[in-house]
């Protein structure tokens, strides 16, 4: 049902304030009004229902910086919320960039997953600055030739500054994500064929099975395998968390946080105008027969966002909302 | 034919020593004798045949830097062949990369391709770093939902060093290579099914109509589309090189090339072994029914290159060397 963002905002900090200090609350709910405005419905208030309601992390420990340079930092979440640790690395990311032109955070023992990581990406791009960043997550997809999950659905999210909105990139490795999986076991439902297989390796439409067995990577083949491996590498050991790994579920998601200043190599403006032109290069040329406009990734979320920004109203599920006692 | 090494090595330097100083014929000379003795004969000494070979080429200006800081360099290639222009950048990134943690340099107005993004990820990663490159070509692939030519085959490359051998990802965006097609056209082949479209959008089977039409990304679908993109911004407005263009085919060819220090976040030396333990676990995990071996990324070519070194002899084809008047 459609409630009024400031309304919502301020029922959102006042949950989160009961564990989080006002900044922390602040920071979170940003997120989430976020996922929710931009129509990314799985990776928005979706987690604060459920087994472990994000308003309800205990972290371990205090945010631990256990490594600072001029370039880079790496950050011990204690099992903090990602939304409000990748947020923290995000705006360091900036910071660095902004004064040495490039930056790199590395994140790992955060509570469960970032969330939709066009969310980060674009913030430095707003900057003029280009952003990158990747998760791996608990080994849920297999690597070309193997049946064994091996890595994450390991997400990588890319953002460039143009004259208007950013162009965001924004996908995940695997060919269905992990809550495709959660989604279809609940309703019942079967998930598409050649997406996963099962625990002795066996194509599956069956989500109870593929969730014993292994995701399979995005093209069922070894480049997407490659890619991957590339991220459980760059969000594993580069950032010291864990990787190819089921067993420490809850503790060991990480995630690596790049921003770089395109003025490193050539003049910013002239960067933004050729982004924006080739852009327009791409939306002009010639359309497959039965499409309509050539979409370019984050467009479609994009657009709900100022759609929904415009009228002050977001569409909730109302099963969210009863059980926050929103409503 | 099998031929001795270090004759051939003689034999190569003299010929490019005729265009290009000595040192520029070494390092030349180096990549294509590498390529070759790791099977990669499609990016190796066919380059000396055929239409323009590369050791006639007469660059246009000498090589220029049009942009230096502490972490970044951009350089215009003046025409120069790319083998030669990006394994200057590779040491250069690699220079910048000990001293800063970081280094970026970007390449554009090479002559041609560089060949296998292998080759110089790989001398990376051997210094302890982590490589990364990528290029964009002419227009030769279609963005997903669209019929032209847009992006080019754009390979990247990314390379981690281990307790042993460097991991090296090297591949195209782009569901068959340019070169694929060429040798196809030649030889009076089909490509295969749903790798290319002619010039109003259906699939072809036909190397020559798929070169008038477009390639189809490495997965056919919006996810492989949306690398490419990525690739052709990298490599394109970033380096100062063309971009969505097939119209200058010689002169704007571009790279990117960045090495970076693990330390900046983590140990060095726990980030090597624990890269050595993932590829230890990829390789150890249940195979799929029919697979012998779990293969990483360039494992082929790294052993072919082994074998042949330890020979001493290299199988080049006769076609060449006698068009080269080596036998």
């Known amino acids: 049902m459609k409630i009024k963002i400031t309304k919502l905002k301020e029922k959102m900090l006042s949950v989160f304030q009961e564990k989080f200090t006002a900044k922390e609350a602040e920071i979170i709910t940003e997120y989430l009004i976020w996922a929710e405005m931009s129509g990314i419905k799985t990776q928005g208030m979706i987690k604060l229902i459920g087994a472990e309601p994000l308003q309800d992390i205990e972290p371990k420990h205090a945010i631990k910086i256990e490594r600072d340079t001029k370039l880079s930092q790496l950050i011990n979440a204690g099992g903090a919320p990602a939304p409000l640790v990748s947020s923290i690395a995000t705006d360091t990311v900036i910071t660095k ?18 969330g939709s990581q066009a969310y ?8 003029g600055l280009i952003g990158f960043m990747c998760s791996r997550s608990p080994a849920a997809t297999s690597a070309f030739g193997s049946i064994d999950p091996l890595f994450g659905t390991n997400p ?6 143009t004259q208007e909105e950013p162009l965001v990139f924004d996908m995940a490795t695997s060919a269905i994500t992990w809550y495709g999986l959660i989604l279809a076991k609940a309703r019942g439902e079967k998930i598409p064929k050649n997406v996963a297989i099962d625990v002795n390796g066996a194509i599956t439409t069956d989500p109870a099975k593929a969730m014993e067995g292994s995701l399979l990577s ?9 890619i991957g491996a590339l991220v459980e590498v760059l969000a594993g050991p580069l950032v010291s968390s864990a990787y190819i790994d089921n067993k420490t579920f809850k ?9 770089l200043n395109p003025n490193l190599l050539v003049d910013a403006e002239k960067f933004k105008s050729s982004c924006s032109d080739l852009i327009k290069k791409i939306k002009n040329s010639r359309k497959k027969k039965g499409v309509t406009e050539i979409r370019l990734p984050g467009e479609r979320s994009k657009t709900e966002y100022k759609k929904t920004l415009t009228s002050g109203f977001v569409d909730i599920d109302e099963v969210i909302l009863k059980k926050l006692k929103f409503i």
Chains 1, 2 share one sequence.
């Open 97 to 114: 960039s902004k004064q040495y032109g490039f930056g790199i955070v590395g994140v790992h023992n955060t509570f469960s997953s970032n």
């Open 251 to 259: 503790e060991e998601w990480g995630s690596l946080f790049i921003a």
């Open 218 to 226: 995005f093209d069922k083949s070894y480049k997407g395998s490659t």
């Open 156 to 161: 990588f999210g890319v953002a460039f500054p």
């Open 120 to 127: 980060y990406v674009e913030k430095i791009a707003k900057m």
